[in-house]
């Protein structure tokens, strides 16, 4: 069995205020990439972790992994006592604003709330079309009866484990509040949207990231996230400098509608109008930056 650990976007993302516990309220907008990390369960004794892929390397497998705690949490949550053997293909760079740990972690809940048949239907792999009413805060509603409790029951482990897992457990494109945490589907008609990542190579802490933020509230995120912003941008461009040279790259090639960086970076984006132009854009950056990491894919 294997769950697909999306790739998270920040189309935008608006710091309003540092909360007395340290953590920070933002207006963020999520969307989510086809495809990412894989995470594949077998059968195995207690709960034990594997990884493989590009960025296996210097990732620890041990309990800190964010894969190994959500499938703690939900064992414990919901009494189970088999085990499970989990490989974890790492194909996102870590710590670069694209959600990996969370999206990790998030893909661990849906795929063992199947692997441990919690969930049934209730998987958020399951779409929720329909009655995802704009004004609601979570996705709970979009899911019927007892799939409602059932989801918001993984949704407030989701929360446990960090403020973007909530967002990577449903990997679709919503609004998110208060952490970042509490959230509202949106659609954007982005669907299909080709779009280019590229990262510097440079790892990125997400603390870092927002202790440098100048505390000053620029404003509400509009609806329109050309409008918005990324007010983590200028921090994370001060420890991560090559941040402005990606960029500059994304924005100068043919086709580039929209340019940005995504979290906490140093993953910057760029969508197209169509899949040639990105795939030119993206053999074009390979030309200049060999180094760099790219993804040319399609949003979610
Ligand atoms: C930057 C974003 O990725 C945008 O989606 C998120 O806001 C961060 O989400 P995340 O990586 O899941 O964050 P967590 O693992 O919960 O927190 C990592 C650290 O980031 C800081 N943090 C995170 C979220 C938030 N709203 N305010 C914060 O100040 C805190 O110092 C925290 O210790
Ligand atoms: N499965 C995992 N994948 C990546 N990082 C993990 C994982 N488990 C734990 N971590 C830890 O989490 C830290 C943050 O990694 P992650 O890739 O989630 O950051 P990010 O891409 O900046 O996320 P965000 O966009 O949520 O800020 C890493 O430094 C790493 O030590």
């Not at 933002?26 to 990412?36: K, P, S, V």
């Not at 972790?49 to 190994?68: C, H, M, Q, R, W």
């Not at 945490?181 to 990125?204: E, I, K, S, Y």
């Not at 040279?245 to 970076?265: C, D």
């Amino acid at each position: 069995m294997e769950e697909i650990a999306y790739a998270k976007l920040n189309l935008a993302l608006h710091v309003r205020a540092r909360e007395p516990d340290g953590y920070h309220r933002i207006e963020t907008l999520f969307a989510f990439c086809a495809d990412g990390d894989r995470l594949r369960v077998e059968e195995g004794e207690g709960l034990s972790l594997s990884i493989t892929g590009p960025f296996a390397a210097g990732l620890s497998a041990g309990e800190d992994n964010l894969v190994l705690r959500a499938a703690h949490a939900l064992r414990d949550r919901f009494g189970v006592n088999t085990g499970a053997h989990l490989t974890l293909e790492k194909n996102l760079p870590v710590a670069s604003g694209i959600g990996g740990g969370s999206a990790d972690a998030a893909a661990a809940l849906r795929l063992l709330a199947r692997w441990w048949d919690i969930a049934g239907d209730a998987s958020p792999s399951a779409p929720a079309k329909a009655g995802a009413q704009p004004q609601q805060s979570n996705w709970a509603p979009a899911f019927a009866g007892a799939q409602r409790s059932l989801y918001a029951e993984i949704e407030e482990i989701a929360q446990t484990l960090g403020a973007d897992v909530p967002a990577c457990l449903a990997s679709r494109t919503a609004r998110g509040d208060g952490r970042g945490d509490r959230l509202r589907p949106v659609d954007l008609g982005l669907a299909g949207t080709p779009v280019l990542l590229v990262n510097p190579r440079v790892a990125v802490s997400t603390a870092a990231v927002f202790k440098g933020w100048d505390g000053v509230d620029k404003g509400p995120m509009p609806d329109d996230p050309r409008e918005a912003r990324n007010d983590l941008q200028p921090p994370a461009c001060a420890l991560a400098p090559e941040i402005e040279t990606v960029l500059a790259a994304l924005a100068a090639q043919p086709g580039a509608t929209f340019t940005r960086m995504s979290g906490s970076g140093a993953t910057c984006f760029a969508l197209f109008k169509d899949e040639a132009v990105r795939d030119a854009a993206s053999a074009c950056i390979a030309s200049l930056h060999p180094y760099w990491w790219r993804l040319a894919i399609s949003l979610l």
